[in-house]
């Protein structure tokens, strides 16, 4: 994946045609409904990105927070305000598009909200910039008020609940925390689901984990089911995570068959995988999911991972 917020170039070829609009088709019409109608429940959330969606939306935006010299969190309403909830799967993306200054043809780039499906009336994303992202710098430009039309949803991976404790490792490198980190919360959130969770994020620094909070926040609430390690790989981040440094939450340099086997050793004697045998989510640079997960990566060198054992976001 690139390093930015959004979604990898995998998900492009869905930007062309219909794709885009009804990819997620199947996902929905299996998928079931966020509130149930009775005398007792208020009338169900229309969704903000059904399955079949044949135009544009805009979304607005309501608040931007700086959480660090590079990232923002962009909170948007939707266009029918709390009647609605985005609906995203958790994982999945939407497609933002925008027309530069001068240019020929928009600029589409898909990412992954932070928000939850259900939260009523707003979606929001973590956008990091880079000098040449172009439609990271639009985002960046956005104030209170502005607008950005989106397209979506780009479905991700199905998931199936586990009723039985089953383990599943997280991996993500930089920027490729977002579906990580929406995974991560949409199956913790099922109170139904036993499925625990070994992740590892891997940074430059330790001001580079932008969602620290939030993986906190869900850590304290689910303790028997997630466990969260930080890589920090920078010369510049080294200072800081040995002053933070806590046992099995910090290690120093990259996410790395080392720095797994614990995890690995503890996930093949709980249930390893999920009810399709996957065992390894990833989402990180090209060069960190092949070195981890490509051809002679080492999960199948050394743990005998099958790469349909493996998705990659």
Request: hydrophobic share 35%; net charge positive; with cysteine.
């Amino acid at each position: 994946m690139a390093a930015f917020f959004s979604r990898s170039s995998r998900a492009l070829p869905y930007v062309t045609g219909a794709a885009v609009l009804g990819a997620g088709a199947t996902y929905y019409a299996s998928r079931p409904r966020i509130q149930l109608e009775s005398a007792q429940n208020a009338p169900t959330p229309a969704l903000s990105f059904p399955s079949s969606m044949p135009f544009p939306k805009k979304i607005t935006v309501t608040d931007v927070e700086q959480v660090n010299h590079d990232t923002k969190k962009i909170t948007f309403s939707l266009p029918g305000g709390d009647s609605q909830v985005s609906g995203v799967p958790f994982g999945s993306a939407i497609l933002t598009s925008h027309w530069p200054e001068n240019g020929w043809l928009p600029v589409f780039r898909p990412y992954t909200p932070i928000s939850a499906p259900d939260d009523r009336g707003t979606i929001q994303l973590l956008v990091k910039q880079y000098p040449k992202g172009r439609a990271s710098s639009h985002l960046h430009s956005l104030t209170p008020g502005s607008t950005l039309t989106v397209r979506g949803p780009i479905p991700a991976y199905t998931w199936q609940r586990s009723t039985t404790p089953r383990e599943l490792v997280l991996i993500a490198g930089g920027a490729g925390i977002t579906p990580i980190y929406s995974m991560a919360r949409g199956i913790l959130s099922d109170p139904e689901d036993q499925t625990r969770i070994q992740m590892f994020w891997g940074v430059n620094s330790t001001k580079d984990i932008v969602l620290g909070k939030e993986l906190e926040q869900l850590e304290q609430q689910y303790p028997s089911r997630l466990r969260v390690t930080y890589c920090v790989s920078g010369a510049e981040g080294k200072p800081d995570a040995v002053e933070l440094a806590e046992p099995g939450r910090y290690k120093m340099g990259y996410v790395s068959s080392e720095s797994l086997r614990e995890a690995i050793t503890r996930a093949k004697a709980g249930g390893w995988g999920d009810a399709k045998g996957t065992k390894v989510f990833i989402c990180g640079p090209p060069a960190m999911e092949e070195a981890i997960a490509g051809k002679t990566g080492w999960l199948g060198g050394e743990y005998g991972v099958t790469k349909k054992e493996i998705h990659a976001f």
